[in-house]
């Protein structure tokens, strides 16, 4: 079965500083990726996915993240936050097969600071 | 495009009492999702349509909760009788392809008194 850790419950960023949010999937095969972020009050929208190809990949709102299949991880960054991005983020895995769902984290609660 | 819609926005609705959430997904989607969120269990997929077929319910929490999808542009999700326990955010989502990830509707904030 697929799963999804996020080691972060909460991460506090000063603004204009970069940011690195930590996910670490466990899945069998080659994986598909996912970061969504949720603001208070709202659903969960897609910031960027993988699922082949350059491991790098860019998103929306100046993310990125970067798939490291050592690792079993797929990190989200981004270079300089601004206040706008305090949110919710969440980290997802599914699979290239059939009827496979999305396995979503926990969440991990972005706050910046002044 | 509209998006996923749902309504109603908000529901407080006495213990005991049936509700009904309801779900429009994009149109040209083949796959529904409803999940459930909570602090303390997060998102958890209650149960997933695809073609208008339920492919996986193991969500579902009991009896009480029960999902249809008539047709390609309509979902439901009922609660009969609802508890306080049930009391949680509940999300639609919809997808034409898994790879492209789903969009999320911005959800049904449920309150049982």
């Known amino acids: 079965a697929q799963s999804v850790t996020q080691p972060d419950i909460h991460i506090t960023v000063s603004e204009g500083a970069s940011l690195e949010l930590r996910c670490n999937y466990s899945?069998?095969?080659?994986?598909?990726l996912f970061w969504y972020v949720q603001s208070p009050g709202q659903g969960l929208q897609l910031l960027l996915k993988?699922?082949?190809?350059?491991?790098l990949v860019q998103g929306i709102k100046g993310f990125e993240a970067e798939f490291k299949r050592s690792q079993s991880s797929f990190n989200l960054r981004k270079p300089s936050v601004h206040w706008s991005d305090a949110a919710e983020y969440f980290c997802?895995?599914?699979?290239?097969?059939?009827?496979?769902?999305?396995?979503f984290g926990k969440g991990t609660m972005l706050l910046v600071s002044p | 495009d509209a998006g996923v819609i749902q309504s109603p926005r908000h529901e407080v609705t006495e213990m005991g009492q049936e509700v009904t959430l309801r779900c429009k997904p994009i149109?040209?989607?083949?796959?529904l999702f409803w999940y459930r969120q909570t602090m303390m269990r997060g998102l958890e997929l209650l149960i997933y349509?695809?073609?208008?077929?339920?492919?996986?319910d193991s969500g579902m929490p009991e009896d009480r909760f029960s999902a249809k999808m008539p047709n390609a542009s309509f979902s439901t999700l009922k609660i009969q009788p609802s508890e306080p326990r049930d009391s949680a955010v509940y999300f639609c989502?919809?997808?034409?392809?898994?790879?492209?990830?789903?969009?999320f509707g911005s959800g049904t904030r449920l309150t049982v008194v």
């Open positions: 989502a919809s997808t034409f392809q898994q790879g492209y990830g789903y969009t």
């Open positions: 899945y069998g095969a080659t994986p598909y």
């Open positions: 993988y699922f082949s190809g350059d491991t």
């Open positions: 997802a895995v599914g699979a290239n097969s059939g009827y496979s769902t999305l396995t």
């Open positions: 149109s040209g989607h083949n796959s």
């Open positions: 349509f695809n073609n208008n077929v339920p492919i996986d």
